[in-house]
């Protein structure tokens, strides 16, 4: 099923909507050839700059991380200290570090779809891999995610998966849930019903968690996102009462599948999401999921040089 016999070779790589099935597992094989020790040439020098106007521990630093795998110098960024405090728009900042001699860049933003302007501006031909934008879609984690699972099952046709959470703030819902549906896997989501909207119920149906936790495959929870809710919403939140309510407790673990395995794209907030007792239990992928972040995006960043013809073919 993972047979190509073409390189991946992409301009960007902003949104899940842009790959078909068999490009996502084009990217997981090569991920997979990154993990069992693959290393790539380059044709000179190459050098990337990761531009995170958001907080980011695991995205940030896995970026860094597979650039620096590949050979790659990578160009030190603190947003708190750019020019775009003295008004420099984010093109004006990308054009710089192109200017410099940058190869490409990472970016993460909360402006949902940023990155439309940087890819209709003609002046910006490096290349960009998308950290997440906003409330819209986070391929990288999305592609990670599925290397989790096809390493887990070796398919994906069939699966059922379910995601948990706050849905309507998740980019990771967005991208996870057209890709699993393309990948052949059945989505189900749980919740806060008033998380769940019409854009959700194309891609498969809410159910109450007790019912979903016995007949899903993959289990895959999501942090609550205090910092994109009204200040309404997030008064008098109780950690214990989501928890109570939406929260993988031992009780509900204890109903799952003997194979299913839990998830979650992280930060965990133990014990709302999850209980802290099941954050690293037999079941659970979440650190797995953060290695397997670096051989992805190695592949993402290989691909994007390899458009723009840096690598050694053959190597």
């Not at 160009?75 to 190869?103: C, H, R, Y």
């Not at 806060?192 to 149906?205: K, L, M, N, R, V």
């Amino acid at each position: 099923m993972l047979e190509t016999t073409k390189p991946l070779s992409y301009a960007n790589v902003l949104s899940m909507s842009d790959l078909s099935a068999a490009e996502v597992l084009q990217f997981i094989k090569e991920a997979q050839q990154f993990k069992a020790g693959k290393q790539v040439e380059f044709k000179r020098p190459v050098y990337a700059a990761n531009l995170f106007f958001e907080s980011s521990t695991r995205t940030h630093s896995s970026f860094e991380m597979a650039e620096r795998k590949l050979g790659l110098q990578v160009i030190n960024f603190d947003p708190k200290a750019s020019s775009l405090n003295k008004g420099e728009s984010m093109a004006d900042t990308v054009k710089t570090f192109q200017a410099l001699g940058v190869d490409m860049v990472a970016i993460r933003d909360s402006q949902t779809r940023y990155y439309e302007t940087l890819i209709n501006d003609p002046a910006i031909h490096l290349g960009i891999a998308n950290g997440g934008d906003g409330s819209g879609e986070h391929p990288s984690q999305s592609l990670l995610d599925m290397m989790t699972i096809y390493e887990e099952f070796g398919h994906f046709n069939g699966l059922h998966v379910g995601i948990v959470g706050d849905l309507v703030h998740s980019r990771v819902a967005r991208s996870n849930m057209e890709i699993l549906t393309k990948l052949g896997a059945q989505v189900s989501f749980s919740g806060p019903q008033e998380w769940y909207d019409d854009s959700f119920a194309a891609y498969g149906d809410w159910q109450p968690l007790d019912d979903l936790v016995a007949t899903t495959d993959v289990l895959m929870f999501l942090r609550v996102q205090h910092e994109r809710l009204a200040d309404s919403e997030n008064t008098g939140f109780s950690k214990a009462a989501y928890n109570a309510q939406f929260g993988l407790t031992p009780a509900r673990e204890s109903r799952m599948k003997p194979a299913a395995i839990i998830m979650h794209p992280a930060p965990v907030n133990r014990g709302v999401e999850i209980a802290d007792t099941l954050v690293e239990c037999d079941r659970s992928r979440i650190f797995q999921q953060m290695s397997n972040g670096v051989f992805i995006r190695m592949a993402i960043v290989t691909s994007l040089l390899r458009y723009r013809g840096l690598v050694e073919e053959g190597y």
